[in-house]
């Protein structure tokens, strides 16, 4: 059966029929330290609308390694090691980072920029998309699922 999105690795599989409730480029220091990049890509999904096919596969670690109890869970594959997805112990979101987790080419690009520091001393983005020091303001998180 084919999905609307669909990422992984080998040995977990994910797939999502919804579209995302939020699509943003990341500037704030945890993804930065997690991932590596300067900006990170990062889609929330409403939880519920995020399928694992083998969730006793992953392995979970905090997102925000100064924050451990903190609602964020990054979620790797037990076998290979490769991020699957941030899982909100909340059950209000599931996230995916498209170029990292299997989803790059099938997710629009991001259409603001989020957690911008000025105090971080980058140069404030100036792509014409909005920029915000959190998410959008019109964002509601969504109800647990």
Known sequence: MSHKYSGGCDHIHTHA?????????????????????????????????????????LKRQPFNANNPDGPLELCTCGECGAPIMLDDKQNRIR?????????????????????YDPASGVPKPDDGRPVYEALRPDFEWPAPS
């Open 17 to 57: 029929d919804h579209d995302p409730i939020d699509n943003h480029t990341c500037h704030c220091s945890v993804c930065k330290g997690v991932t590596g990049q300067d900006t990170t890509h990062v889609v929330f999904f409403k939880h519920g609308d995020v399928a694992v096919d083998n969730e006793a596969g």
């Open 95 to 115: 996230v995916i980072v498209p170029n990292l987790m299997g989803y790059d080419g099938q997710i629009a690009p991001a259409p603001y920029h989020a957690f």
